[in-house]
Nanobody
């Protein structure tokens, strides 16, 4: 089970940090990530990180968002800076273990202009 929190309402240009904790052990071979889904749109990858710390970002968030993980605490975080109204979405944390995907319940991020 993945529990995400940290969403909220913020003005454009502001910052938020999302956190996600897994109730079971996360292994270093698991890829952890954040996805988001805006109303009427498909779920999209925001950022991901391997157990070794290799990261990947969507072009739309590069330079503004930073993903990190703590393997000992089974957590993954997403630091979001310079937020834009188009970042408004329901954000989901995710664990990819081999070909299986595990999802949290989502946390809402709303950016006002």
């Amino acid at each position: 089970q993945l529990q995400a929190y940290g969403g909220g309402l913020v003005q454009a240009g502001g910052s938020l940090t999302l956190s996600c904790v897994a109730s079971k052990t996360i292994f270093t071979f698991d890829v952890m990530g954040w996805y988001r889904q805006a109303p009427g749109k498909e779920r999209e990858l925001v950022a991901k990180i391997t157990g070794g710390g290799t990261t990947g970002y969507a072009d739309s968030v590069k330079g503004r968002f930073t993903i990190s993980r703590d393997n000992a605490k089974n957590t993954v975080a997403l630091q979001m800076n310079s937020l834009k109204p188009e970042d408004t979405a329901l954000y989901f944390c995710n664990v990819q273990r081999h070909s299986n995907y595990y999802w949290g319940q989502g946390t809402q991020v709303t950016v006002s202009s």
